[in-house]
């Protein structure tokens, strides 16, 4: 409504004075201000802020008369009378010297100044004046309150008598009233009130009420009354009195006469407000305002009697001072918008507490965009002398505002924008318009293109979420300079449906502004801007601008409609004249709605006419309706507006054409909402359908009031099938009651409707900001919000402290807004209309924010229910809960709000929506496990762990299932949380995180030991070589604390579970992800599993399995002869041989390669991991030949940083020396080749599957190798179709005591494949051809092992593997070139690498990252 704005201003007095001022009096006009010193009268000009004219009263007079009171101006502004101590009163007559001015403007060279303009001078010049006094009265008594009512002023004094003293001062004489004589009784029907009573009763302050016709008074003795006089002769025994009851400490009084309320100030600190009951005539209690302890805890029964009350010039809110300082701001109902007794008004930054503003007197300015304030504070202090300075800063401050548009052109064609307006600039919350030009159809379809989050601010359509709620800066527009010198102050302004034009007004004529073109447009010719006074308004309906004016040249009302698009100029205008004075305009679709100062509503139809250049609009009468019969004075009707609102939505349900038609009109009357329906009874409503015309000639029926208390009112004339609660409801703003919204109820599944349900129902609900405008379809409240910056700190020294800018902070206006639905909801919930809200909140289902708005109806029921220290009889929440178990979001929104609320209150929430072990259940059983997870917290804190184990064991395995990786490593930490005893608080971290903790998903850090190793076994294996030392730090703390932990054998006992289950189904891409995501120890199970899980039973089966799962195609034979088989199948040995020990670690990482072939691994050396030891060298130089070719061919290609990391960061070991590190780059440019080895070499490229699985089968197989697991090692060399790797595989097989039962197995295996690939897929035959010879020294080597184990029992080789796991690894890894040193984990040395690969790697096997991923 009203927002202060920036620092106040501190006015410089140009004359010397040691007097400071008291008293601050606008004149009715509010273009001057009156300054009261004790005996210096000053008349100030207000924009800008010069004084005009001092008057000193000399000493003798002075002495005389008494020190200055009080002054108050006649209505004209041609007199001020000012009550003096001594009990006289001074009237000072004000000539103004004709045409005679004090200051010119002065401009800059060159600026286009308006010399010539008519009233340019008295707009930009103080004019001269002059003050006189013209009379003395002696009233021989004290003087308290001084009023000017109409062409008499009322004075009251303290010896009980009431002054009417005509302004003239002579002609009338004046008439004394004795208080004791006038009748005082509860209501004027009564036939005869009671008298004072006693005799010492006086008028403490008065205040006159045009619309009551009567003054509002406060006594000396506190008690509060209305006097009114009976009939026209101001008389004692004319005069009657009506108290308030209730009301014995009243300090002070304002009046408001466009909504008839009288504010009386407390001496408790309230300030309560009464209207008078117009059948009774009774003083009636509206409402109160007051400070609440829970906002201000420090000061709200602190702050002593209420000093002022000052309503503001529109009636829209009144500004409150009380005797210890500091100002209140409150809207007429009672909405608190400003107090300056909290926050950065009353604290500095430090903390320190700050003295509050103190306040003697004040005044609010033109239109209310400032206050005039005299601060109290330096009225006390003696102005210092300062010889240089000829200006001396004295007691007054302006403090300034920016107002709502609503609050002086409640005009409704557009209620989804916010605008601001202040005195030289415009605030609008449409986002930039210039982006997002669309055409008008968007405008009802614009809350389909909702995607994206409620606040993201991007550039959806001008009207859509994201620009109404995008951020939090107003879009400003600064009004255009040439039209504010002469037309200040803005009066009106208005903006369009789209939020793409503004237009404003003035004193005189109009301007506007195109948000898109970013330019005003002003009256050509300034002589017709100045001869038209802009009275009812303005409103934009499409492209043109509709506004209600007085032409000064005719003396004529008249209705004018002009055209954006064209020139400003009356050429272009249509003007229709209008018979009386227009107060109010609006616009309903195609309608024009006038409000007269006869009290009649016009309607005009109103449409747009293409003839010639422009288009023009055509106006023409519909209707009149006389309301003088139910409205008392025209100037208390705030609004008016059509609606297409009607009691009976039955009509809706048969026509629905008809839902935008105009059907009734409401009339916001002095707070009291007035609604006319138009007459459907007659007969004429069969007939009527063929004539358009006749259907808005139909009578209005008689007003029905809706609502009291009513401040603003919102309806859309929009249609949404979908949405029909929420567009065909009204939307109402009460004040401090908050909001109501009168809400149509429809039958359901178009049902006959029950008789005794009502068609609408009103629901009252609670808002925390002061609502400016609703979003209909999006359930959203717009405002804004006063916010304060301190800037305190910038000025240290003391000398600075007494600047405004430390006194005060920088005020600012941000904008908010609110959800609203919950409320309603809940209302409709109350009531017990359960269908009508699961209608309603299924039609906004799809808001982005709807669980947010289920969320919050559970929360606040529960606080409310479950603090509640009276039983509550009928409880809500079991019937919320209920209603929220409709939706699909039931078991996340149950979860959210218990996660947000105190766990006191959790077992009130369960035992209304239900057990949260049912709940989890029902979540795993949805498969939602993230809810399901939630769940597991509270049952941690409701449950015992036994119970809490079970049912994260539960999610846990089916997380695994999933392949939630995240999820997984949570459940590993909350298992382990629970294991170690800590079971008190929710498992956000456990107490000590160690580094490595088994399961490890923190990432192979620590790669020492796999969990199942036995103490003697890692000193066997660590006493090998003297190189590496015992991991230290928290990796080796470990063992000796958690060796025994059931709770990491249970986990363990999961992942093989789980490990197991993947090998048997042969799911190796999964198990690579697995393995990756939780850090498990794929080598050291594998050793253990070597001739359990991790044999192959079906080779054929795998080979297939493994083609599908990595998107690898079946080989296929080249449709020409195989030229040079060897010469390709040697090459590709070497570079294979080579590639297969430096595949890196981060196989399954993300990798995207950008060379032009796609699968070349990029070269890299790796450094700095191992010393290296002789034997390794030794078997890695048995492929000498190969290795060699290979390393001088092919040259490095430049793109090689981007590295693919080692092995070892993955696994915990490495059978890679650093020296070997090497990749080489499968770059073939340099080589010479013949045509047929091009074909080849596509041929090839062609047969390979996409480079990711290749990477990945290629570190799957430096696995399996190293945990010995060969017949895997073969299935995977089949796939690559790299005979190095089935020549290694058998070279570790011939070289090592291998279990002949694993030799026979893989010879079974590659019998099977042959006979597949002769039948199925004779692809694989020239690849097996190739092997061949080594296969025929593996049946060999079959034979020889038979023979020596003929003797012997069954599987020998079991035995020793069951009984020491590792031990047969150790030996294996040994013989096939494996540093066993790297099997304890890497050393110190190359920790820091590791961790640097650490990164990658827990990237790697993310899902959604290619096309061929793992899910």
Not at 883 to 896: A, D, G, K, M, N
């Amino acid at each position: 409504m009203y927002f202060l704005s920036g620092w106040p201003k501190r006015l410089l007095c140009p004359l010397e004075s040691l007097e400071q001022p008291l008293h601050i009096q606008t004149d009715p006009q509010r273009a001057f201000f009156a300054v009261l010193f004790p005996s210096q009268l000053s008349i100030w000009y207000c924009r800008p802020s010069v004084l005009i004219v001092s008057y000193k009263e000399l000493s003798k007079a002075a002495s005389q008369f008494g020190p200055y009171k009080q002054a108050e101006w006649r209505p004209d502004s041609t007199m001020i009378a000012v009550s003096t101590a001594n009990g006289y009163i001074l009237f000072f007559e004000i000539p103004s010297g004709r045409d005679k001015y004090l200051y010119d403007p002065i401009y800059p060279k060159g600026s286009p100044h308006l010399k010539g303009a008519p009233h340019y001078k008295e707009e930009q010049c103080a004019p001269l004046l002059n003050l006189e006094v013209k009379k003395v009265l002696d009233l021989q008594a004290s003087i308290t309150s001084l009023q000017s009512m109409l062409e008499d002023l009322l004075v009251s004094t303290a010896d009980g008598f009431l002054h009417l003293i005509h302004w003239d001062g002579m002609t009338n004489g004046r008439k004394a009233i004795n208080l004791c004589t006038v009748p005082f009784s509860l209501d004027l029907q009564s036939s005869r009130g009671s008298l004072l009573g006693f005799e010492d009763v006086y008028i403490r302050d008065m205040e006159y009420c045009a619309t009551l016709d009567g003054f509002a008074v406060v006594f000396n003795d506190g008690r509060v009354g209305f006097i009114t006089p009976m009939s026209s002769r101001f008389t004692a025994e004319q005069l009657h009195g009506v108290w308030a009851q209730d009301v014995v400490d009243g300090t002070c009084v304002a009046v408001n006469n466009k909504y008839r309320l009288m504010a009386f100030g407390c001496a408790n600190g309230s300030v309560q407000v009464y209207t008078i009951d117009t059948t009774t005539g009774a003083m009636q209690f509206s409402h109160r305002l007051e400070l609440t302890p829970k906002q201000y805890p420090d000061i709200w029964n602190k702050t002593g009697p209420v000093k002022l009350i000052r309503w503001s010039p529109d009636s829209c809110v009144m500004m409150v001072t009380w005797e210890c300082g500091g100002l209140s701001l409150w809207s007429v109902f009672g909405a608190q918008l400003i107090c300056t007794l909290g926050g950065d008004f009353a604290y500095q930054s430090d903390g320190a507490k700050k003295d509050p503003l103190k306040i003697s007197s004040m005044t609010w300015g033109s239109e209310g965009y400032h206050l005039w304030v005299i601060d109290g504070i330096s009225s006390n202090m003696k102005p210092e002398r300062n010889a240089s300075s000829e200006a001396q800063q004295f007691g007054i401050l302006q403090f300034q505002f920016i107002k709502s548009a609503l609050t002086i052109n409640p005009c409704m064609s557009n209620q989804e924008q916010v605008l601001l307006q202040g005195e030289d600039r415009l605030y609008l919350n449409c986002g930039d318009a210039a982006q997002t030009p669309r055409n008008s159809s968007a405008h009802s379809e614009h809350n389909h293109s909702r995607e994206r989050g409620p606040f993201s601010d991007g550039s959806l359509d001008s009207q859509g979420l994201s620009t109404l709620l995008g951020h939090r800066h107003w879009h400003v527009v600064q009004i255009h300079s040439t039209y504010l010198e002469s037309n200040w102050p803005i009066r009106f302004s208005a903006i369009d449906k789209l939020g793409q034009n503004v237009a404003v007004v003035g004193k005189f004529g109009f301007a506007h502004y195109s948000l898109l073109t970013k330019k005003w447009k002003l009256f050509g010719n300034i002589t017709q801007e100045q001869t038209m006074m802009v009275t009812g308004g303005l409103a934009w309906w499409n492209d043109f601008i509709v506004l209600a004016c007085y032409n000064l040249n005719d003396h004529q009302e008249e209705l004018r409609i002009y055209l954006r698009t064209s020139n400003l100029d009356n050429a272009f205008a249509h003007i229709t004249k209008v018979q009386a004075d227009t107060l109010l305009l609006s616009v309903f679709r195609d309608i024009v709605i006038l409000f007269r100062a006869d009290c009649s509503i016009c309607l005009y139809s109103i449409e747009r006419r293409s003839e010639g250049l422009n288009p023009t609009a055509s106006i023409q009468i519909l209707q009149e309706v006389s309301m003088s019969r139910y409205i008392p004075h025209p100037f208390l009707v705030v609004s008016v507006t059509l609606t297409s609102v009607r009691t009976e939505t039955g009509i809706t349900l048969k026509m629905p054409q008809q839902a935008c038609e105009a059907e009734s009109i409401m009339l916001n009357l002095a707070g009291q909402l007035i609604m006319l329906q138009r007459d459907r009874s007659g007969p004429q409503i069969r007939d009527k359908d063929n004539n358009p015309n006749q259907r808005k000639h139909l009578p209005f029926c008689a007003p029905v009031v809706l609502a009291q208390s009513v401040e603003n009112v919102w309806t859309t004339c929009r249609i949404n099938k979908q949405k029909r609660h929420l567009l065909e409801a009204l939307w109402l703003s009460c004040g401090g009651a908050g909001m109501k919204v009168w809400l149509p109820l429809f039958p359901r599944d178009h049902r006959k409707p029950h008789s005794f349900l009502s068609r609408r129902i009103m629901l009252p609900f609670h808002i925390n900001i002061y609502p400016l405008a609703v979003l209909f379809e999006d359930a959203l409240v717009l405002g804004a919000v006063n916010d304060t910056v301190l800037y305190d700190c910038l000025y240290t020294q003391t000398s600075a402290r007494e600047h405004l800018e430390v006194l005060f902070p920088f005020s600012i206006v941000e904008r908010t807004s609110q959800i609203y639905l919950h409320h309603i909801l809940r209302q409709l919930l109350v009531r017990n209309l359960g269908e009508q809200a699961l209608l309603l909140a299924h039609s906004c289902a799809t808001l982005p924010y709807f669980p947010h708005v289920l969320e919050l109806m559970l929360h606040e029921v529960l606080e409310e229910e479950a603090t509640s220290r009276e039983p509550i009889p009928d409880p809500l929440l079991p019937t919320v809960a209920k209603f929220i178990s409709e939706f699909p979001l039931f078991l996340q929104t149950v979860v959210h709000c218990a996660r947000k609320t105190e766990y006191a209150l959790w077992n009130y929430l369960f035992a209304a929506v239900g057990n949260p072990k049912d709940l989890f259940e029902e979540c795993l059983m949805a498969q939602d496990l993230d809810t399901a997870a939630s769940y597991l917290i509270i049952l941690q804190n409701m449950e015992v762990p036994a119970v809490s184990r079970q049912h994260a064991t539960l999610l846990f395995n089916t997380a695994l299932e999933q392949g939630k990786w995240d999820l997984c490593r949570h459940m590993i930490r909350f298992l382990k949380a629970i294991g170690s005893g800590e079971t008190e608080t929710p498992p956000a971290t456990p107490t000590t995180q160690e580094p490595s903790s088994s399961g490890g998903f923190e990432f192979f850090r620590h790669r020492s030991i796999s969990l199942s190793q036995s103490a003697e076994n890692l000193h066997s294996k660590f006493n090998l070589t003297k190189t590496m030392s015992m991991p230290s730090g928290p990796s080796g703390k470990r063992w000796s604390k958690d060796s025994d932990c059931a709770e990491n054998m249970y986990i363990d006992m999961m992942l093989w579970r789980h490990a197991r289950h993947l090998l048997e189904e042969i799911k190796l891409k999964d198990l690579g992800c697995f393995a990756a995501q939780l850090g498990f120890e794929l080598i050291g199970w594998l050793c253990k599993e070597r001739a359990r899980a991790a044999r192959v039973e079906d080779f054929v089966c795998a080979l297939k399995k493994l083609h599908k799962d990595f998107l690898w195609p079946l080989p296929v034979i080249p449709a020409s002869s195989i030229n040079s088989p060897f010469k390709n199948g040697k090459y590709k040995t070497a570079v294979g041989e080579q590639l297969l020990k430096s595949q890196p670690a981060d196989t399954f990482v993300n990798m995207e390669m950008d060379t032009g072939v796609s699968n070349t691994p990029r070269s890299r050396s790796w450094l700095g991991t191992i010393g290296s030891s002789q034997r390794e060298i030794d078997t890695v130089s048995s492929h000498g030949p190969h290795m060699q070719d290979a390393f001088l061919s092919p040259l490095l290609s430049k793109g090689d940083e981007c590295s693919i990391g080692s092995a070892t960061d993955l696994t915990e070991t490495s059978s890679m020396v650093d020296g070997d590190w090497t990749m080489v780059d499968e770059n073939f440019s340099s080589l010479s080749l013949t045509q047929s080895e091009l074909e080849q070499l596509s041929l090839e490229l062609a047969s390979k599957g996409p480079h990711k699985s290749q990477v990945q089968l290629r570190y799957l197989l430096h696995i399996f190798m190293e945990a010995g697991c060969l017949d895997w090692c073969v299935v995977i060399g089949l796939i690559l179709r790299e005979s190095s790797v089935i020549n290694q595989v058998f070279s570790i097989m011939q070289s090592s005591d291998i279990d002949g039962e694993i030799c026979q197995n893989i010879k079974t295996g590659l019998d099977a494949v042959d006979k597949w690939a002769s039948t199925d897929c004779p692809g694989y035959k020239p690849f097996l051809s190739i092997i061949k010879p080594q296969i025929q020294k593996l049946n060999e080597i079959v034979e020889e092992q038979v023979q020596p184990d003929a003797f012997q029992p069954v599987n020998p080789s079991k035995v020793p593997e069951q009984a020491n796991p590792r031990a047969e690894e150790s030996r294996t890894s040994s013989s096939h070139g494996t540093n066993p040193q790297s099997d304890a984990g890497s050393s110190n040395a190359s920790r820091h690498e590791e961790d640097k690969a650490k990164t990658e790697d827990e990237n790697s096997f993310q899902e959604g990252s290619y096309d061929c991923v793992v899910s």
